[in-house]
């Protein structure tokens, strides 16, 4: 019995460690589609600033 406890345990573990190496490689996910979303929207920004500005000349 001893010998099943402790399987159980290290399926446990087994189980935390791929769920923590998952939310990791989420956030670099997210952080990386963070990313992506801010230079398009700076991209978009500039480009309609520069249409203003030349739409004022």
């Known amino acids: 019995m001893a010998a099943e406890s402790e399987q159980a345990g290290g399926s446990e573990t087994t189980f935390i460690v791929i769920f923590m190496l998952f939310k990791s490689w989420k956030q670099v996910m ?3 589609l963070e990313g992506v979303l801010l230079l398009v929207c700076k991209g ?3 480009k309609t ?3 203003q500005d030349y739409g004022c000349e």
């Open 30 to 32: 997210l952080g990386l």
């Open 49 to 51: 600033k520069g249409e």
């Open 44 to 46: 978009l920004d500039a």
